[in-house]
């Protein structure tokens, strides 16, 4: 399935949002990756449902109810990419593809206890693919298992992806302030998993996510994105009187107002950050952490809830985003049973050894 921001011929691209719908005209050809995949020989069996224009990271959309979460019926599944994240965790389908703005396809993948994926930013093509915020917008891939997710984002990774060197040694860095956080019903099954996997890895260090400005990401990741979400819809916004949830309209409203001279530093926050993060992740380094910090929340929880969640897992999730990095999230098996995300970043352009490391034994017995 491919998530509502997908061009499909002779479609209307809704966005997940009924006077998008309304108002535009179905797509004359399909987006560039469902061309790939369909040559390839996939079957493509629908659209799945999104969060409203992708502004979101709860997996509810107001017009189009919140897809099923397999692993947690009355808990949510995650957005933006939910519908996408609950085929694949009710076994409709082995792949979907979804976006990843911020976090759009790694926190349902962690949710609905799948793999999913991240590229670097523009490795992957988003021709066709409804934007958000295109400085930070990168297509998605959710799998059932790393073997599909290896060969499915191996045939959408353009040409220009380098391929891994096998002569460096392979580094990990754990995030230390970000496991210590992490609750106290899904911490022991992660920190199990990564006794399992450091083995894979030549070297194990560990790392303060504090030292790079951590508790800042969010702040910085929200000005950035809605700048250019605000540049992408406003005009459309401004010009229909459209029907748009009010947690998503507030997000506009907040957009719309955003100054330049804080935009600008934050540009230049986001330049820092870049580059210290490419000295820490040199070679086959590979910073480890939890995709999400604890169980999803119910689906009948409030806006304050749900939008202090989305700030405490943006934290995390918005550092990749950030710099233009690749992402995986593989299930990892916690104390209930189930299953939450652990998430692994290498540098920009290291998507190829983020799939090796994926099929590795250690990995996938981790999450088993």
Same mark, same amino acid.
């Not at 921001?5 to 002779?10: E, Q, S």
């Not at 389908?93 to 670097?120: E, K, M, N």
């Not at 790079?212 to 990741?221: S, T």
């Given at each position: 399935?491919? #998530?509502?921001?997908?061009?499909?011929?002779?479609?209307?691209?809704?966005?997940?949002?009924?006077?998008? !719908?309304?108002? +535009?005209?179905?797509?004359? #050809?399909n987006a560039e990756v469902v061309d790939k995949l369909l040559s390839a020989g996939a079957m493509l069996i629908g659209k799945s449902c999104t969060d409203e224009f992708a502004f979101s990271v709860d997996g509810i959309n107001i017009h189009y109810g919140a897809p099923l979460n397999s692993q947690y019926?009355?808990?949510?599944?995650?957005?933006?990419? @939910?519908?996408?994240?609950?085929?694949?965790?009710?076994?409709?389908? @082995?792949?979907?593809?979804?976006?990843?703005?911020?976090?759009? @396809?790694?926190?349902?993948?962690?949710?609905?206890?799948?793999?999913?994926? /991240?590229?670097? =930013?523009?490795?992957?093509?988003?021709?066709?693919?409804?934007?958000?915020?295109?400085?930070?917008?990168?297509?998605? $891939?959710?799998?059932?298992?790393?073997?599909v997710l290896q060969e499915v984002v191996t045939l959408l990774l353009k040409n220009s992806a380098p391929t891994l060197d096998p002569t460096r040694k392979l580094k990990l860095l754990l995030a230390e302030d970000a496991f210590e956080m992490t609750d106290p019903s899904i911490r022991p099954g992660l920190e199990a998993a990564v006794a399992k996997i450091q083995k894979s890895f030549n070297s194990t260090e560990k790392i303060r996510?504090?030292?790079?400005?951590? +508790?800042?990401?969010?702040?910085?990741? /929200?000005?950035?994105?809605?700048?250019?979400?605000?540049?992408?819809?406003?005009?459309?916004?401004?010009?229909? #009187?459209?029907n748009i949830s009010p947690?998503?309209?507030?997000?506009?409203?907040?957009?719309?107002?955003?100054?330049?001279?804080?935009?600008? =530093? $934050?540009?230049? !926050? !986001?330049?820092?950050? #870049?580059?210290?993060?490419? /000295?820490l992740l040199k070679g086959n380094t590979v910073l480890c952490f939890p995709t999400t910090w604890h169980l999803p929340p119910l689906l009948d929880s409030n806006d304050d809830v749900l939008w202090k969640n989305r700030v405490e897992n943006m934290k995390l999730t918005s550092i990749s985003p950030l710099l233009g990095t690749p992402e995986v999230s593989i299930p990892i098996k916690i104390k209930s049973g189930k299953r939450s995300g652990l998430s692994f970043m290498a540098a920009a352009g290291k998507d190829t050894l983020l799939l090796d490391l994926v099929q590795k034994p250690s990995f996938i017995t981790a999450g088993a």
């Open positions: 399935v491919a #998530k509502d921001l997908f061009d499909i011929k002779g479609e209307v691209t809704g966005v997940g949002n009924p006077t998008w !719908v309304a108002t +535009h005209k179905p797509a004359n #050809k019926p009355d808990r949510i599944s995650g957005g933006s990419s @939910s519908g996408s994240a609950s085929a694949v965790a009710a076994g409709l389908v @082995s792949f979907a593809l979804g976006t990843d703005t911020g976090g759009s @396809s790694r926190i349902p993948a962690s949710y609905c206890g799948i793999h999913g994926f /991240r590229p670097t =930013h523009g490795f992957i093509s988003t021709e066709g693919v409804a934007p958000l915020a295109p400085l930070l917008d990168t297509v998605g $891939v959710l799998a059932a298992n790393g073997l996510l504090s030292d790079f400005g951590w +508790h800042d990401y969010f702040e910085v990741y /929200r000005l950035y994105q809605a700048r250019q979400a605000w540049e992408t819809y406003g005009e459309w916004i401004t010009h229909n #009187k459209a947690a998503i309209m507030e997000r506009f409203d907040y957009a719309k107002n955003v100054p330049d001279e804080k935009y600008n =530093h $934050v540009v230049k !926050v !986001v330049s820092t950050l #870049k580059d210290a993060f490419s /000295r």
